[in-house]
């Protein structure tokens, strides 16, 4: 059985910083592709940034420039360093990652998400 488990969320003002870190425990064979998105209220999930296996990534138009995403693979943890935050950013944040257990099966696994409110 395999677990992502999110930290860092909070309220924050505008123009302020944040560092969520999403850490995979379990059953876990190798880390593959990693990717955190949001959902605001009444709105679709979106993503907002991915990671490789091999260090590549890619952002949402949104963040880029604003946002950073990084893993530690010898922990088995993604990090979203998120600067000059706008009110827009309020969202739920969830991790997202690619995962081969100990039976070599390869599936999707979710964080249960945390909250990120910017507001003054």
């Known amino acids: 059985q395999v677990q992502l488990v999110e930290s860092g969320g909070g309220l924050v003002q505008p123009g302020g910083s944040l560092r969520l870190s999403c850490a995979a425990s379990g059953s876990i064979f190798r880390m593959y592709a990693m990717a955190w998105y949001r959902q605001a209220p009444g709105k679709q999930r979106e993503l907002v940034a991915g990671?490789?296996?091999?260090?590549?990534?890619n952002y949402a138009d949104s963040v880029t420039g604003r946002f950073t995403i990084s893993r530690d693979n010898a922990k088995n943890t993604v990090y979203l360093q998120m600067s000059s935050l706008k009110p827009e950013d309020t969202a739920v944040y969830y991790c997202?990652?690619?995962?081969?257990?100990?039976?070599?099966?390869?599936?999707?696994?979710w964080g249960q998400g945390t909250q990120v409110t910017v507001s003054s």
């Open positions: 990671i490789s296996s091999g260090g590549d990534t």
């Open positions: 997202k990652a690619d995962i081969m257990t100990m039976t070599y099966t390869i599936s999707t696994y």
